[in-house]
């Protein structure tokens, strides 16, 4: 496996090789910090789910929380092999986990097209395995569905925004786009993280391309 200068894997690992995880789930026993829903539901009737993988999850979940028609987010891990990975597992890189938000939206107030917009325009998704100075495989670009017609619209998407980084000079957009598997509640010390601590760390950032 090709290691970077900080010693972190650039390469997915495969399941075989991957860790073992755990039984128990990370409990999750306190309402979202910033609007005091449930993290976990059930959700209201009408409500659809998406994850977004843009990097570091404690800043792309305030950019969703503070959408509106957006009802709940929360910090967690998906598309990896390890059954209910802690951070430190994730960060390894051993566990195949991208860090993402799980955006709980109503798409009678805003449609999957503005989240998208938001997702693209929100970070740099030509980056393969970093974002900026975060470097590791939690840190890729990602779009993880709960339909198959979330996929079809995530993917053209990805077409027109890959197609418009490349006129402005980027690479194309190497965002992995698939049916989610399996999403991990992270632990409550980063869900909200902002809220929590609004003086912290944020490496989000977007190309200056706009999605429109």
Known sequence: MFLNPINKPIELPDKSSALPGRLDEIPVTEPHFVNGRSLIGPYPNGMEKILFGLGCFWGAEKVFWQTPGVFVT???Y???????????????????????VL???SPVDVSFDDLLAIFWEGHDPSQGMRQ?????TQYRSGIYCFSAQQVKVAEASRGVYSGKLVAAGFPAATTEIQINDQFYFAETYHQQYLGRH???YCGLGGTGVCYC
Do not use: F, K, L, Q
């Open 198 to 200: 609004p003086g912290g």
């Open 78 to 100: 998906a598309a990896g092999h390890t059954p209910n990975p802690t951070y430190e597992e994730v960060c390894s890189g051993r566990t195949g986990h991208n860090e993402v």
């Open 103 to 105: 955006v709980v939206y």
């Open 132 to 136: 900026g100075n975060d470097i590791g």
């Open 74 to 76: 929360a910090a967690g």
